[in-house]
């Protein structure tokens, strides 16, 4: 496991609770042999402790080396070995096509890799095809919710892809849930900041450009060469606070509430919430955006950090398939990619 922070952690904890379990009951025997963050690692040739890896990663006298940690990873005398990159880190992603070529499985919540150059895209789907190893990335988009999974269910069914939309940033999903007319913009953005929920620079949800991500991992699981540029981003970050620090962002970022606020007062006079959605039709074309949407409307009646998809298809086409609830945190994202490694042990022989 690298990162040991929200989702490796969590991942962890969870491991943890279930792993004797699993051994028992299912026949699998999950070893945890390293964990590493970008100051620390710690191996063991059989397996870690994993009521006690962070202090024994506190402890440990080895500093984080990705070479010798992948070398340790990839032990003759196991019969599979899996990578779970819990970071957001683009370095490492530069690594996973030799990773899979070397016998590595890897797991990520990590975007930075189906989201970057579609030439990489191709060839790490290749690599992973010639070399029999499996890369799997559910929690990619919507977190712990089955959204890549569904829509690869519908399309290897044969259903007709017609429309993708939905709320797909749970900090944006927060934000304009929030937005009740008392408050402003700013205002909310501030509280998301100071909850947590945001960024470390909150600019990074407000641009749009994780929505933006996130439609492009869709958008080439529909099979279509499509590039980040491709994709048309409201971003909701002034001009002139590009630059700023991120103090002197939240400071200043009230001045500009007055367009969104004039747009809120407008769809509240329509009986109508604001939502920031992302969407992509069958030709390909993808938009991320302020829309507005009547109260009856399954996107009006989100909560909390929420996030919501719906696949319009050939077969669910007057009614929509939907997938909702929450689309990120610690423990549901962690349980996505804990999911996934349990896929992963099936795909490998793992008794039923
Ligand atoms: N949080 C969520 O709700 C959520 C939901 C869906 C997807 N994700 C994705 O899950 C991933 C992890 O998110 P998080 O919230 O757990 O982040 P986080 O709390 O910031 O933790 C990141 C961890 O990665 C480590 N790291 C970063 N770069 C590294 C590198 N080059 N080599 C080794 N370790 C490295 C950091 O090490 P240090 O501890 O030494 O800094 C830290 O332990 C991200 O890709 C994120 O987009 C998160």
Partial sequence: VIGTGLIGGTLLSQLQARIEELKRHRGIDFR????MNTRKMVLADRHLNLERWRDELSASSK?????SFINHVNAAHLPHAVLIDATGSAELTGHYESWLSTGINIITPNKKSNAGPFAAYRSLREAARKHQRYF???????AGLPIIQ??????????????????LSGTLSYIFNSMDGRRGFSEVVREAHSLGLTEPDPREDLSGVDVARKLIILAREMGLEKEMEAVRVESMVAEDLRAATVDEYLNTLGKHDQKITALLSSARDNGQVLRYVGAIDSNGDMSARIRSYPLDHAFASL???DNIVSFQ?????????IVRGPGAGPEVTAGGVFADLLR???FLGAPQ
């Fill in 32 to 35: 945890v042999r390293g964990i």
């Fill in 63 to 67: 500093t984080a080396d990705l070479e």
């Fill in 136 to 142: 799997l990335y559910e929690t990619n988009v919507g």
């Fill in 150 to 167: 569904t829509l690869r269910g519908l399309i290897d069914t044969g259903d007709e892809i017609i429309k993708i939309e939905g709320v």
């Fill in 303 to 305: 909560t909390g950090s």
């Fill in 313 to 321: 298809t050939a077969r669910y086409n007057s009614q929509p398939m």
């Fill in 344 to 346: 992963l042990a099936s």
